[in-house]
């Protein structure tokens, strides 16, 4: 099952060039070598996104919804309100939607035509996000691109994807792991990984889980 909302962005939709990445490297280093760019300032911002206001943002979100009936009962209702609440808003987070994993359903969120992403709660994409395979194939075969990520859903499970837009950004609420029960949303937080808000992941129970960083596996 396939959710695409009407998409009316005024970027550019064509695929990212192979060599993005030097791309913006050149363009750093240009910036830089004219003194128009502080390269301090530019890691202190990366640094802000991805540790930052990045996943750890939405993590606190998800360990608060597992731990508060009221407050994830608000959060499906209008995620918007919800998430700001905990002071997390801004660009690229103004009209939100958590779509909640459960027992019968996995959500995964995409951006078909470009790479509309969370920023408030999940911080900078990642490059896989905005690669133009995962953008095409996770609605066409949502199960394959899954199990390359390590990701196996079962056939009795439905898998939902949700195709943001300009105007609306997803996350996905990941099931609460078995033995937490009694765990406080401190003690939750840390096991949150950015993958499993995104859908492309889930999150393995603690005795499984092992330390290290919120881009696939817990801190």
Not at 71 to 81: E, M, Q, S, V
Not at 100 to 106: A, L, S
Not at 144 to 153: C, D, N
Not at 186 to 201: F, H, K, N, Y
Request: some cysteine; glycine content about 8%; aromatic content about 6%.
């Amino acid at each position: 099952m396939s959710k695409h909302p009407d998409h009316s962005h005024s970027h550019d939709h064509g695929p990212l060039p192979d060599d993005l990445e030097l791309r913006v490297e050149s363009i750093e280093s240009l910036l830089v070598d004219k003194n128009l760019v502080d390269p301090a300032a530019l890691d202190a911002l990366v640094d802000t996104y991805q540790n930052h206001i990045g996943p750890r943002n939405g993590a606190a979100v998800v360990a608060r919804a597992w731990s508060e009936p009221a407050f994830l009962a608000r959060l499906l209702d209008d995620a918007t309100a919800a998430i700001s609440e905990m002071g997390f808003s801004g660009g690229q987070g103004e009209d939100m939607i958590v779509v909640e994993n459960t027992d019968g359903i996995h959500n995964i969120i995409v951006c078909t035509l470009c790479s509309c992403y969370p920023w408030p709660v999940l911080g900078l994409p990642p490059a896989w996000y905005k690669a133009a395979p995962y953008r095409a194939r996770i609605v066409r075969e949502p199960r394959a691109v899954l199990a390359e990520f390590g990701l196996t859903v079962p056939e009795t499970k439905e898998v939902r994807v949700w195709d943001s837009s300009a105007e609306i950004r997803y996350m996905v609420l990941p099931q609460r792991p078995a033995g937490t029960e009694g765990w406080t949303a401190e003690q939750l937080a840390p096991l949150v990984t950015r993958d499993s808000m995104i859908g492309t992941g889930i999150i393995s129970p603690p005795a499984q889980a092992e330390r290290g960083d919120l881009n696939g596996a817990p801190l």
